[in-house]
């Protein structure tokens, strides 16, 4: 299907607009993203274009050079880290980057694609989302090109996706503190419906039996990912004559929560209490003690998922799936448990 003619014998935008029953100033709404079209309208004109397999041509130029980069939130360090890695590649293409902030850690708000297909940006980056098929279908029809940052569920085989190894980082960081001599070891993790934090769990888990260590359900807890979250959940933790004598927060703002709830009940880390994080942000280096932790290479992460959106790909071919190492940083907030632990 064409947008200018059909010398080629294939369906126009004119004749779509005739079977709609449309105008076709209707048609370029639609295919713009424009808010002033019914839901029916917009609708049928959808499902003509999808059903004629309508592709905006590659010439086109977008509106402007621009990258989007899309959150549920807006907030952390970690964010900061993914936008650093986006801007070093948009530089290198000319390009700007728009951070949107939208949806869910799922999936962004049913009201985000209509502002995207205005823009037209080069292509999509979203962080911990995943795609409704509808919305596959707009941003493809509009030769708009997306990429998912570790994705929040197992990654769907047509959508192009960078991760890090989760479960080998939890494994590292769980095998670091029953090398040191631990037993009683408690992980935060993140959000249990997060494909994420189940990985750093399993990690958690296979290191503890491979040590020939039973993992105590008391001492397995989910977290948000953020300090607050550590903290909570470390609180409860370190309750009891059984506490653990260390923990594997998933993340490094959990870990900071899991510091001061640990000063909070009067124990020295890494004395009487060994914790370790994930991430690696540069903030890790600077808590007191100097946190060990999992690095998880988030910059490149960004990086990548940029350049996999600007590199040209055949359509026909599967989507890539890239998955970065991870590997464990040692600090100072990590020891020998207490000869009493």
């Known amino acids: 299907m064409r947008d200018d003619d059909g010398a080629d014998g294939r369906v126009t935008l004119a004749e779509v607009a005739a079977r709609a029953g449309v105008s076709l100033s209707t048609v370029s709404k639609v295919l713009n993203g424009r808010s002033d079209v019914s839901l029916s309208t917009r609708a049928k004109v959808e499902q003509l274009l999808e059903a004629h397999g309508y592709r905006r041509r590659a010439a086109g130029t977008?509106?402007?050079?621009?990258?989007?980069?899309?959150?549920?939130e807006l907030e952390s360090v970690w964010a900061m880290e993914l936008i650093r890695?986006?801007?070093?590649?948009?530089?290198?293409?000319?390009?700007?980057?728009?951070l949107t902030e939208s949806g869910t850690r799922h999936a962004p708000a049913a009201d985000w694609v209509e502002g995207v297909l205005r823009r037209r940006p080069l292509g999509v980056v979203l962080v911990f989302s995943t795609l409704p098929d509808k919305v596959?279908?707009?941003?493809?029809?509009?030769?708009?090109?997306?990429?998912?940052?570790d994705p929040a569920g197992d990654p769907e085989p047509d959508v192009p996706s960078v991760g890090s190894a989760n479960w080998a980082g939890g494994m590292a960081a769980t095998r670091h503190l029953v090398e040191l001599g631990h037993r009683r070891i408690g992980i935060i993790t993140g959000p249990e419906d997060m494909m994420c934090s189940l990985a750093r769990?399993?990690?958690?888990?296979?290191a503890m039996t491979m040590a020939g260590l039973a993992v105590d359900p008391r001492h397995v807890?989910?977290?948000?990912?953020?300090?607050?979250?550590?903290?909570?959940?470390?609180?409860?933790?370190?309750?009891?004559?059984?506490?653990?004598?260390?923990?594997f927060a998933g993340s490094d703002l959990q870990a900071l929560g899991v510091l001061e709830a640990a000063r909070l009940k009067g124990l020295g880390v890494p004395r009487d209490l060994s914790v370790v994080g994930y991430d690696d942000v540069p903030l890790a280096q600077w808590s007191s003690p100097a946190l060990t932790t999992v690095h998880q290479p988030l910059r490149q992460m960004a990086?990548?998922?940029?350049?996999?959106?600007?590199?040209?790909?055949?359509?026909?071919?599967?989507?890539?799936?890239?998955?970065?190492?991870?590997?464990?940083?040692?600090?100072?907030?990590?020891a020998p448990p207490p000869r009493d632990g």
């Not at 977008?62 to 549920?72: D, G, M, T, Y």
């Not at 909570?232 to 004559?241: D, N, T, V, Y």
Request: aromatic share 6%.
């Open 85 to 98: 890695g986006v801007e070093n590649v948009a530089k290198e293409h000319d390009a700007a980057v728009v």
């Open 303 to 334: 990086e990548e998922a940029a350049r996999m959106l600007l590199r040209p790909r055949d359509p026909d071919k599967a989507a890539l799936r890239m998955e970065l190492a991870t590997r464990l940083v040692v600090r100072q907030s990590t």
């Open 221 to 247: 807890r989910f977290g948000d990912f953020h300090v607050q979250g550590g903290f909570s959940r470390a609180m409860e933790l370190l309750e009891g004559p059984d506490r653990p004598t260390a923990v």
């Open 201 to 206: 769990l399993d990690g958690f888990r296979s």
């Open 62 to 72: 977008p509106q402007a050079p621009l990258i989007e980069l899309v959150f549920h």
């Open 136 to 149: 596959k279908k707009q941003l493809r029809s509009r030769a708009i090109p997306f990429v998912i940052i």
